[in-house]
């Protein structure tokens, strides 16, 4: 097991944060330059577009990473029990790839659409934020089952300062999809003659943070598995 990933052997979680924030920002320029040549600056931006795949990429790595933390956790233990606090771990795994799910599917827009009808609701400027709520929401989901394992997070403290990154620049990406899911809020900040400017590059922005923050959480759950790792060696040739 500790040789299956001998392909990262000598990279470290910050120089791997560096890679995905220098690819993600190449593929971003890239997507602006290539709408810009077909007069559509967001054509890459759009839902289950090029990007979004990308997001999906990043949001199936860290599940694959938290599998692993869970498999290293779990060798050696002598019966599987669910409420072991390494558990936590494989529940994480799938919640990023219901993310991915998510992201690929626009299920959480879909949820909106649901909402409104369950609801009666007609689509207003701030009942279309109800998807931008939902991704708040999982955000907050995701931290209180880290805060209600904490003690067998704790034990990979090398992954914090990542945590701490992505959950800050999520927030700053929930915000600006906040701002940019209608033109309303823009309208009152901008000149109008500026306001479908500031609406795209805003909308780029919102979608890079995203990016970042997911490169966060992938290098952090690598640098979770490298201790994770490290603790076994050391424990089997103690």
Request: glycine letters at 8%.
């Amino acid at each position: 097991m500790v040789s299956s990933l001998s392909v990262f052997k000598g990279v470290t979680a910050r120089s791997l944060l560096i890679g995905l924030l220098l690819i993600t920002t190449l593929v971003a320029i890239a997507a602006v330059r290539d709408g810009i040549a077909n007069h559509n600056m967001l054509m890459h931006f759009r839902e289950g577009r090029l990007m979004d795949i990308l997001s999906a990429l990043l949001l199936l790595g860290t599940a694959g990473l938290s599998w692993r933390v869970f498999r290293v956790r779990y060798g050696g233990q002598p019966r599987f029990r669910w409420q072991a606090p390494f558990m936590v771990w494989a529940i994480v795994g799938v919640g990023f790839c219901f993310l991915a799910v998510d992201e690929l599917t626009e299920l959480h827009e879909s949820l909106d659409i649901f909402l409104h009808q369950l609801l009666n609701l007609q689509p207003t400027a701030l009942t279309d934020r109800l998807d931008d709520l939902l991704i708040a929401l999982y955000a907050l989901l995701g931290g209180g089952l880290l805060y209600l394992y904490r003690r067998e997070i704790w034990r990979h403290r090398q992954m914090f300062p990542f945590l701490i990154g992505g959950f800050t620049i999520l927030l700053l990406s929930t915000g600006l999809d906040v701002l940019t899911n209608e033109k309303d809020i823009l309208s009152v900040m901008v000149r109008p003659a500026l306001v479908d400017r500031f609406h795209i590059y805003l909308s780029i922005l919102e979608e890079l943070s995203k990016l970042f923050s997911e490169s966060c959480f992938l290098a952090g759950f690598f640098a979770a598995l490298q201790e994770a790792k490290q603790r076994r060696l050391d424990k089997a040739s103690r």
